[in-house]
């Protein structure tokens, strides 16, 4: 009885002393059985930024961002097609995820401390980039340094916002920001001549400039500091379960990717004697059961979208029209960050 009384007033007392509202309600605990009932997961997506997330021209999804959510989606339904994508503004974004009107935001965006403290938990890093600024090539310009006087369209509620203010003031540039609501807008401002320059994650400005410049040729790119963010998909606070089914999702693409398991060799590895591959693909249960899960979750998500590498290469990479490197999104016995942690 004591013991009970005491893990009950102990939580509730540290909250009333450091002013903490308990912001958890029953509700949010059970993210998992809301999105069983409805039959989908409802999935924060971009405005529409090929290679990450965008309607193909069949209105299907496609992207880095778009599979990520769908391995959620397969981990739970078993299905990559049981993930509906909502298209959301910068400023939009974490509070849909707040409201509950998206279960996942998978959609660029970085990991930051007044995000992170403001509602939401970030998960499992699925891109690492450098914020990137595009110029039209005539303008001479190889260095942020050399943006005196530029004006810059930014679009609010994004990270870039900061990234605008902190160059001007470090290389005492008096950037002009030209703030927009909408990616289209502030792209359309862009290449329509009202900004010298765009500024967001360099990975995005390769995808801006190869889908949507009328000659790419005419633009560069180059780095607006040398500071690497880390995008990362995340969920809202007070759903502890439904945190760990979105990181162990995201990491099966990252450790499939370590264990040399494909979409095409997955059905022979199911005979593999790798005591660490048979627990990763549920041969031998344990982890689906932890995470309340199919056994064969992670063996459903590569199976059905590959590993992280396929995902790389298929949406940004050699296998895509951006042809991005992989560069810190290797893995980290390849020299890059991407890291899995230990499946049992
Ligand atoms: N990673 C940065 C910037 C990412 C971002 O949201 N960029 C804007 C400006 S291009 C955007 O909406 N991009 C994605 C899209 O909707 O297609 C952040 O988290 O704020």
Not at 34 to 56: E, H, I, L, M, N
Not at 67 to 87: L, Q
Not at 210 to 227: F, G, L, R
Not at 250 to 257: D, K, N, T
Request: one cysteine or more; hydrophobic letters at 40%.
């Amino acid at each position: 009885m004591s013991s009970i009384k005491h893990t009950l007033t102990i939580p509730v007392l540290g909250a009333i002393l450091t002013g903490a509202i308990i912001t958890t309600p029953a509700s949010a605990q059970e993210t998992v059985e809301a999105v069983k009932q409805r039959g989908y997961v409802s999935c924060g997506a971009s405005q529409g930024t090929p290679g990450f997330g965008a309607p193909d021209q069949n209105g299907y999804w496609r992207g880095l961002d778009v599979d990520t959510c769908r391995a959620i989606a397969v981990a739970i339904f078993g299905d990559k097609d049981k993930a509906r994508f909502v298209p959301l503004t910068g400023q939009q974004r974490l509070t849909a995820l707040q409201t509950g009107e998206v279960d996942v935001l998978p959609r660029t965006t970085t990991w930051t401390l007044q995000r992170d403290a403001n509602g939401v938990n970030f998960t499992v890093p699925n891109y690492y980039e450098y914020p990137g600024v595009m110029l039209r090539k005539d303008l001479g310009v190889t260095s942020a340094k050399e943006m005196k006087g530029a004006t810059v369209c930014v679009q609010t509620g994004s990270t870039t916002e900061v990234t605008v203010a902190d160059m001007s003031k470090t290389h005492a540039l008096d950037l002009k920001p030209v703030v927009f609501d909408t990616v289209s807008s502030t792209r359309q401002a862009f290449f329509s001549g009202r900004c010298d320059a765009l500024i967001t994650d360099a990975s995005a400005l390769a995808s801006v400039r190869a889908t949507q410049a009328k000659n790419p040729d005419e633009y560069v790119i180059i780095p607006a500091n040398d500071k690497m963010e880390a995008l990362t998909p995340a969920v809202r606070h007070g759903d502890d379960r439904w945190f760990d089914i979105v990181k162990w999702s995201i990491q099966a693409l990252i450790m499939a990717e370590q264990l040399g398991i494909t979409q095409a060799n997955i059905d022979a590895r199911l005979e593999s004697e790798d005591p660490i591959v048979r627990r990763f693909l549920g041969v031998e249960a344990g982890n689906g059961k932890a995470l309340g899960l199919d056994e064969r979750f992670a063996y459903n998500i590569v199976k059905q979208l590959g590993n992280y590498a396929e995902i790389f290469d298929r949406n940004v990479g050699k296998d895509s029209p951006l042809k991005l490197e992989r560069g810190p999104n290797r893995l980290y016995r390849d020299g890059g960050l991407m890291f899995p942690l230990v499946f049992n």
